[in-house]
């Protein structure tokens, strides 16, 4: 009996025992897995922290390139290297930088499957702050009303244009301001303008890099909005500006063919390359032609043959005015920009294009395009138009060595003052990388 009752004593302090064990087993577990944990944890955090720098330092580093991609940009620009031989490729595409590399994109107008590398000519757009109403409805993607409502937001005055607006308009918007009454230092500035709407300005181009990507074309499952017909339809983007203008070069050295205070100087002139006896007829032709739109009024009606008229020309001048803002250059501005130009026609466009690259002809006057268009045209477009840029855009990516940062910048450089400067940087780094995925994927795997 005893016994029995020991060993059930005995019984139970095993049971008690081995209760113990588990309740001491199961704790063990859980401090193991929490130890696990913490370390699992830590370890996490440390390989965060890592990747947190070695992607700091990648960024640091693409924003080191760019700002070397600008100032290889600017020199070019400065060196006159810009335009010809060095306009596209090679000398923008995939160039090496320290560790990392930098490209100059533009898009390619004709091509939505790639895009182009090189500077983009400022004077090649119409320029919004000088384009006539007429010029503005001419753009791709313009509407009547956003033309009229940017004459009215940069025209010092408060009338309103039929369909425009003035600061009545919006100062009864929900987040209200003034209409600005006074010139756009952005392009994008016409998204505060009535009617201007991101489809117009930008088109289904989301990413800005000319080329036609999947969610570009895939109607409305992602933006931006599309029509999904399997091309890039592109807004008036690329076809303006608000920095292109010139200084007449020396002023005070040209003869302004309209003063009559010039006359002396200008019969000076005009005998550098023609006879004594013919420059009295000329000097009557002025005299009766006087006063002129444009040199290629004065062309016309002075009756100075072409080949003499081209060798003075660079000294004659029908205005006073030392500043001119968005003369179109005909040699560089794509087909959509010279259809905007007065009176121009889709066949007179065509024959400008076809010429202009025609090395035999000599463009360096806006006098070649008397040989193609009609007298009246030529006039017409004549006071809007020049064969000389200063500003360039320069669309700048950016990547670093290691493919784990990039960056992209639009800077525009002005080169029309003895120093060419960057007068504006636009960060567009949040589009999203603009190029092939692959070359981030192929430098990734290298590091
Ligand atoms: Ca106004
Ligand atoms: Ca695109
Ligand atoms: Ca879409
Ligand atoms: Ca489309």
């Known amino acids: 009996m005893k016994n029995k009752m020991h060993n ?13 064990t588990g309740t001491v087993l199961i704790v063990t577990i859980w401090i193991v897995l929490i130890l696990a944990g913490l370390v699992l944890v830590l370890s996490r955090t440390i390989r965060v922290d890592a990747i947190g720098t070695a992607n700091r330092v990648s960024a640091m580093q693409a924003e080191a390139i760019a700002n070397g991609a600008i100032a290889y940009v600017l020199s070019k620009v400065t060196d006159g290297q810009e335009s010809d031989v060095d306009y596209g490729a090679p000398s923008y595409e995939e160039m090496q930088l320290g560790q990392g590399y930098f490209w100059v994109i533009r898009p390619n107008l004709s091509d939505d499957k790639n895009h182009d590398y090189g500077l983009t000519d400022e004077a090649g757009k119409i320029n919004l702050n000088s384009a006539s109403l007429e010029m503005l409805l001419k753009l791709p993607s313009m509407t009547s009303e956003l033309a009229n409502a940017i004459i009215d937001w940069r025209d010092s005055d408060s009338e309103i244009s039929p369909g425009g607006a003035e600061s009545e308009y919006y100062l009864l918007l929900n987040n209200p301001y003034n209409c600005k009454n006074s010139l756009l230092e952005t392009v994008e500035e016409v998204l505060l303008v009535k009617g201007g709407q991101h489809d117009y300005l930008y088109g289904e181009d989301l990413n800005r890099n000319g080329v036609l990507e999947w969610n570009e074309n895939d109607a409305q499952q992602s933006p931006p909005s599309d029509n999904s017909n399997g091309k890039l339809d592109p ?58 739109q444009n040199l290629i009024d004065f062309y016309f009606k002075s009756g100075i043959k072409y080949e003499s008229v081209l060798k003075i020309e660079g000294k004659l001048t029908t205005s006073n005015e030392k500043k001119r803002v968005g003369l179109v250059n005909i040699n560089t501005a794509p087909a959509e920009v010279l259809l905007c130009l007065p009176g121009l026609e889709q066949s007179d466009v065509d024959a400008i294009v076809v010429r202009r690259s025609d090395s035999e002809n000599d463009t360096s006057s806006i006098l070649w395009l008397t040989k193609i268009l009609s007298k009246e045209k030529a006039v017409g477009i004549g006071s809007y138009i020049t064969t000389k840029s200063y500003q360039y855009g320069a669309d700048i990516v950016v990547v670093s060595g290691d493919g784990r940062a990039f960056r992209r910048y639009y800077v525009v450089i002005d080169n029309a003052n003895s120093n060419a400067r960057v007068i504006y940087r636009q960060p567009l780094t949040y589009l999203g990388w603009p190029l092939d995925e692959e070359i981030l994927q192929k430098l990734r795997n290298k590091g």
């Not at 059930?8 to 113990?20: E, I, M």
């Not at 608000?242 to 309209?258: A, K, R």
């Not at 005009?270 to 000329?282: A, G, H, K, N, T």
């Open 235 to 292: 807004g008036f983007l690329n076809y303006v500006t608000v920095y292109s203008y010139e200084i007449s070069q020396g002023s005070q050295d040209m003869t302004n063919v309209n003063s009559f205070r010039s006359q002396g100087d200008l019969l000076e002139i005009i005998r550098e390359v023609v006879s004594d006896s013919e420059s009295f007829q000329i000097m009557d032709n002025i005299r009766a032609g006087h006063p002129f």
């Open 8 to 20: 059930k004593r005995l019984q139970k302090t095993t049971a008690t025992n081995s209760k113990c």
